[in-house]
């Protein structure tokens, strides 16, 4: 499975240097209803909520990924305005998870079962449609620094490096950090598209280089 990850220049690049990614801790998300697909008007209910919510975060970080690298909101958003990076990776299937958008919180049932816990993992409000996200959990291990990463390797095989269309960085200076894999990716340079509102690879390629 192709994933795309959105990040500044700064950490885009100290991710390439250092060959993994972040994962995130529930606190880092930045939407309050994560882990809440569910309605909740009743108290006993939020309560139990909470607590499993919290017990739930004490051992697990998300990896969230867009499916495409194309649709300019989400560079305004995830990567300085399209002066960052998106690194494109390959995923085992199994991993992960598209998310399911919906317009209302769920129906709480009276007991829960398999299908209702990946709705409660994989379920969020569809005006964050936009971002196509795929999601890993995963557990959280020995913490560098009091956070948490996942190193690339074969179950995150980096193969892409798009560079954003308002982008700074060089060409040389983007395949310098991502040595020694950089004969082993696709180096784009993006550009707003001109027929439709898409970003698009620029044919002309990178002109800021050392």
Known sequence: ????????????LKSLREKKLKISTLDDL?????????????????????????EWGR???VMCFSASWRDPVIWAHYSDKHKGLCLGFEIPDNVARKVCYVNAR???PDALVAEDADAWLYTKYD????????RC????????QGLYFMEFGPSLRLVEVIAGARCLLSKSKILEAAKPLEKEIKLIKARAGFHRFEIVEDQRGFPHDD
Not at 30 to 38: G, Q
């Open 127 to 134: 005006n964050w449609a936009y971002e196509e996200e795929i």
């Open 30 to 54: 930045n939407d309050p209803f994560e882990l809440s697909a569910y309605e909740m008007t009743v108290k006993k209910k939020r309560k139990e909520w909470r607590n499993a919510r919290k």
């Open 59 to 61: 051992q697990r970080g």
């Open 137 to 144: 959990w995963t557990t959280l291990d020995t913490p560098s």
């Open 106 to 108: 769920l129906k709480l």
């Open 1 to 12: 499975m192709r994933v795309y990850k959105f990040l500044d220049a700064k950490y885009g």
